[in-house]
């Protein structure tokens, strides 16, 4: 039974806190093959006053946003097309790319790439993964299926999708994309 404890300075909301602890567990159960009830994780919480690094008391960072909630956010936007919202969200250098394009770096880009092949497109997601990646940034897979119609009208669903995007600082810096549109497209 893997037992963690962690110090943090007093200052983090429940939430962040949660989160936190979520993240732990999943680490060392990449590594030691433990159900989640059986990995114990303790936070010991600490005044800036009792910390001092530096002959200086420190106060927490900010908690980072939770990464799936910002792609949530992102694909939330692009599916009602507000892309004020979702471009609001890109940081700089942001670049997608899409099966068979070079990369993107604009929505406006993206909505004339889409154009001819489908009216609109919307997503069932079948579920989000994050990680934090050995650089700067998070990593977040979603994954399900897409629905929607082609330019001619006709309905399409059931299609697989999987998205990657990476965010840095809280904005998005890269989308990956995949899905098998074009074999399904081929078919109909």
């Known amino acids: 039974m893997p037992v963690i404890e962690l ?6 909301t429940d939430s962040d806190k949660t989160r ?3 993240a732990l567990t999943d680490a060392v159960r990449i590594v030691v093959p433990a159900p989640p009830e059986a990995v114990t994780v303790m936070l010991h919480e600490m005044a800036p006053a009792e910390y001092m690094r530096g002959r200086l008391h420190r106060s927490p ?3 980072l ?5 910002i792609i949530r956010t992102f694909l939330g936007a692009m ?7 979702a471009q609001d969200m890109l940081g700089a250098g942001f670049s997608m790319t899409f099966p068979g394009t070079q990369p993107m770096h ?5 909505v004339k790439w889409a154009a001819p092949r489908y009216r609109f497109v919307t997503k069932t997601y079948e579920g ?3 990680m934090q990646s050995a650089g700067d940034h998070a990593i977040v897979y979603c994954r399900g299926t897409l629905s929607g119609e082609w330019p001619d009208g006709t309905p399409f669903d059931g299609i697989r999708f999987i998205d990657r995007f990476e965010i840095t600082a809280g904005l998005l810096t890269r989308q990956d994309v995949w899905n098998d549109i074009a074999e399904h497209k081929g078919t109909t």
């Open 7 to 12: 110090h943090v300075l007093d200052g983090y």
């Open 65 to 69: 946003p939770d990464p799936i909630e």
């Open 106 to 110: 604009s929505l406006d880009a993206l």
């Open 20 to 22: 936190l602890c979520k």
């Open 128 to 130: 989000f993964d994050a």
């Open 79 to 85: 599916e009602a097309r507000d892309l004020p919202t």
């Open 61 to 63: 960072a900010p908690a």
